[in-house]
């Protein structure tokens, strides 16, 4: 598939952010197609069959965590769909990943930032690469067979929970893993997430230059982690 075939649905019922997107995405070579509440968005879904969905959780009509939970659930809808939220709502972006959201932007976003989501949410979705025998970014790489993490040319030795930690972010790689998907992930979802927080520091110790600005594992306040994608 290139980019100029690409569809993109954007549910949103401010005019001016509809405006900015149409605008930001078509010079990128996307098509972009319009919806001002959910029912159009579900009657467009329907007839277009678009290949990614940016949504606002506030609609007019109906909750946009219900109309995602809609696209998962009963429809079994199978394509990327990235969050429009405000910076404000980290509970509502956090409730929509594990509704099954792919990604979120914040209001107001960087068009740049925006379409690198985009791009990261179709590459999972079109690939269904799953895990990677091995995994490399920058310096560091991942060998999930071995289960071996090196940077450079240097083995890093990790604690089983740090690696299942790291594993769980190589394979979502790019994308954000909300607190409460790591602790499902790693231990049964019975743990506080201030254990996942003390891993994650340790984890840094190990991998990062510097943890406290860390390059590979980024923080996303409120939501949980993103490990840095494939160079």
């Avoid at 959780?57 to 429009?84: F, K, Q, T, Y």
């Avoid at 594993?167 to 790019?174: N, Y």
């Avoid at 990062?208 to 980024?218: A, G, V």
């Amino acid at each position: 598939m290139t980019i100029s075939a690409v569809k993109i649905l954007v549910v949103d019922d401010e005019p001016a952010i509809r405006k900015l997107l149409r605008v930001g995405l078509t010079t990128e070579g996307y098509a972009v197609m319009e919806a001002i509440n959910a029912k159009d968005a579900i009657a467009q879904v329907s007839a277009e069959q678009p290949d990614v969905i940016l949504l606002d959780l506030g609609l007019p009509d109906m909750p946009g965590h219900d109309l995602l939970g809609r696209w998962r659930n009963e429809e079994a809808l199978d394509l990327p769909i990235v969050i429009l939220s405000s910076r404000t709502d980290e509970t509502g972006i956090v409730r929509a990943l594990e509704v099954g959201a792919d990604d979120y932007v914040t209001k107001p976003f960087g068009m740049k930032e925006l379409v690198a989501r985009i791009r990261v949410a179709l590459r999972h979705r079109l690939q269904q690469q799953g895990e990677r025998p091995v995994f490399k970014t920058g310096e560091l790489s991942v060998d999930l067979v071995k289960r071996i993490v090196k940077i450079g040319d240097k083995e890093i030795k990790l604690s089983p929970k740090e690696y299942d930690i790291l594993r769980v972010l190589v394979q979502h790689a790019g994308k954000v893993i909300t607190h409460q998907y790591l602790l499902n992930q790693v231990w049964g979802g019975s743990t506080d997430v201030q254990y996942l927080r003390v891993y994650v520091r340790q984890l840094r110790q190990k991998i990062e230059r510097s943890p406290d600005q860390p390059q590979y594992i980024t923080t996303e306040t409120g939501v949980g982690y993103r490990l840095r994608e494939v160079d």
